[in-house]
């Protein structure tokens, strides 16, 4: 069993900054793709950032020189480091991860439950 636990939404002011963690906990023995998502009201779920299996990163036009991927892979841990906030930031994040939890079975892909920005004045 693994589950992904997103942290440190809230409410912020245009222009603040929030940083958000996504846990992966359980038997995991190797964990590939790691990304951010997120659904605004109304809106399709979208890309936000990522990590590609060799490391490289993606971002989402909206948010690049904005928003900042990063991984601690000793805490199977993934942070979105996000700053100048827009109300069109506001949705709810979503983590997502491919994870392997065995040496036998593929990479599986997992979701966190997802946590709520909102960004208003």
């Known amino acids: 069993q693994v589950d992904l636990v997103e942290s440190g939404g809230g409410l912020v002011q245009p222009g603040g900054s929030l940083r958000l963690s996504c846990a992966a906990s359980g038997s995991i023995v190797g964990m590939s793709t790691m990304g951010w998502y997120r659904q605004g009201p109304g809106k399709r779920r979208e890309l936000v950032a990522s990590f590609s299996s060799g490391g490289s990163t993606n971002y989402a036009d909206s948010v690049k020189g904005r928003f900042t991927i990063s991984r601690d892979n000793a805490k199977n841990t993934a942070y979105l480091q996000m700053n100048s906030l827009k109300p069109e930031d506001t949705a709810v994040y979503y983590c997502?991860?491919?994870?392997?939890?065995?040496?036998?079975?593929?990479?599986?892909?997992?979701w966190g439950q997802g946590t709520q920005v909102t960004v208003s004045s």
């Open positions: 997502n991860a491919n994870i392997r939890v065995t040496p036998m079975r593929p990479y599986e892909n997992y």
